[in-house]
């Protein structure tokens, strides 16, 4: 004779298990997980030695810097094209020339600054840091504006002409 469950035996099944009376899944976490002290440091470790290798070797000379693949196919500049020698001349103390290259990079760099010193000093003195979020319309001007950079960039007359990379 074969046992078949009861209604009292089904009844003991969660409504979070499935049929066969197997534990429930695991419940999603309630907070994003926090990136240790460790990987900070590596991360942190990582961009210095990134840095100091962009500020000693010059990317517009033949190197390990990899080359932009959509100015190589098209000849035109691409919206981070001249980054990496934006933040070299950044580096070498050279703004002009950083602006030269790359004006987009420089103000993303300015405002990363400006955020990265806020969220440092602001909880110090009594302030609320700063969390990055970004709603669909900020995603959307942010979108727009990148897309009129890199056209604008590519056009070849005044006043347009400097937001080349200046390759």
């Known amino acids: 004779m074969v046992a078949t469950p009861t209604d009292a035996t089904r009844a003991d099944v969660s409504p979070d298990?499935?049929?066969?009376?197997?534990?429930?899944?695991?419940?999603?976490?309630?907070?994003p997980?926090?990136?240790?002290?460790?990987?900070?440091?590596?991360?942190?470790?990582?961009?210095?030695?990134g840095l100091a290798y962009v500020g000693v070797v010059d990317p517009a000379r033949p190197n390990l810097l990899p080359g932009c693949a959509f100015n190589a196919l098209t000849g035109l500049d691409c919206?981070?094209?001249?980054?990496?020698?934006?933040?070299h001349s950044l580096l070498?103390?050279?703004i002009v020339a950083a602006v030269n290259h790359n004006v987009l990079v420089v103000l993303t760099?300015?405002?990363?600054?400006?955020?990265?010193?806020?969220?440092?000093?602001?909880?110090?003195?009594?302030?609320?840091?700063?969390?990055?979020?970004?709603?669909r319309t900020g995603a959307i001007v942010l979108f727009v504006g990148i897309a009129a950079f890199w056209v604008a960039r590519?056009?070849?007359?005044?006043?347009?002409?400097?937001?080349?990379?200046?390759?």
């Open 33 to 49: 997980r926090r990136v240790g002290r460790s990987a900070r440091w590596a991360l942190g470790g990582l961009t210095v030695a």
């Open 109 to 135: 760099l300015v405002v990363a600054a400006v955020w990265f010193a806020w969220n440092r000093l602001a909880p110090r003195v009594g302030g609320r840091a700063l969390r990055p979020s970004l709603s």
């Open 17 to 31: 298990s499935d049929r066969l009376g197997t534990a429930p899944a695991p419940a999603p976490p309630s907070a």
């Open 92 to 94: 070498r103390g050279d």
């Open 154 to 167: 590519n056009l070849p007359w005044a006043p347009f002409d400097w937001l080349g990379a200046g390759l």
């Open 79 to 87: 919206p981070g094209c001249g980054g990496t020698r934006a933040v």
